[in-house]
C-alpha cells in the first residue's frame, strides 16, 4: 500500500509536467552500507521550482536496495552559467536482501549546468535519514549525471 501511494506520487509529478527532463546518474552512498548507485529521473522545472522523480539502484553483494524518490528543489544561486538549488524530498526503500523496506526523507543540494540548449551535467549531494527499520542506511549520498530537455 505504501509504495503503491509512492508510485502514484510519482506519476503524478510525471503527469503534471509541461516539458520533461529525463536523466541518467551514477554515484555512491556513504554511511550505513557504502555502495554504488546508479538510476533514471523524470523531472520538470516551473521556474526556480522543480520536482523529480528517481529510481535509483544500490547494489553490493548480497544486499540490493532500490530507491523510490521524489524530491523537490528551489533554485537558490547563479553561479556563471551553473545554477545552485536545494533540495529535499521522501523515498522509499525498497530492500532485496530481507532487510526491512521502509521510508525516508532527503535534504541537499545540486549543481546544473548546462553543456548544450538541451543537455546539462548535474552534481547532486544528499543526506538520508530513514524509519528505525531502515535506518542503517542513513547517510551522504554523492551523484553524478546528465539531464535531457524536451
Known amino acids: 500500500m505504501k509504495k503503491s501511494l509512492l508510485i502514484l506520487a510519482l506519476m503524478s509529478a510525471i503527469g503534471s ?5 529525463v536523466g541518467v546518474n551514477g554515484g555512491y552512498t556513504y554511511g550505513g552500507p557504502d ?3 546508479y538510476g533514471v529521473s523524470v523531472g520538470e522545472k ?11 539502484r544500490a547494489t553490493k553483494t548480497n544486499d540490493d536496495q532500490n ?14 552559467q551553473a545554477t545552485v538549488a536545494v533540495k529535499g524530498g521522501i523515498a522509499y526503500l525498497d530492500n532485496a536482501s530481507g532487510t526491512s523496506d521502509g521510508f525516508a526523507t532527503l535534504v541537499g ?12 551535467a548535474t ?10 527499520r ?8 554523492v551523484a553524478v549525471g ?3 530537455s524536451f
Open 134 to 141: 531502515v535506518d542503517q542506511f542513513n547517510g551522504n549520498q
Open 17 to 21: 509536467a509541461s516539458a520533461l527532463e
Open 67 to 80: 530507491r523510490f524518490a521524489v524530491v523537490g528543489s528551489y533554485d537558490v544561486a547563479k553561479v556563471g
Open 109 to 120: 543540494a545540486g549543481v546544473s549546468y548546462p553543456l548544450t540548449k538541451q543537455i546539462a
Open 146 to 148: 546528465l539531464k535531457y
Open 35 to 37: 555502495r554504488a548507485t
Open 46 to 56: 516551473f521556474g526556480k521550482v522543480g520536482v523529480e522523480a528517481t529510481i535509483d
Open 123 to 132: 552534481v547532486d549531494y544528499r543526506y538520508q535519514v530513514g524509519q528505525s
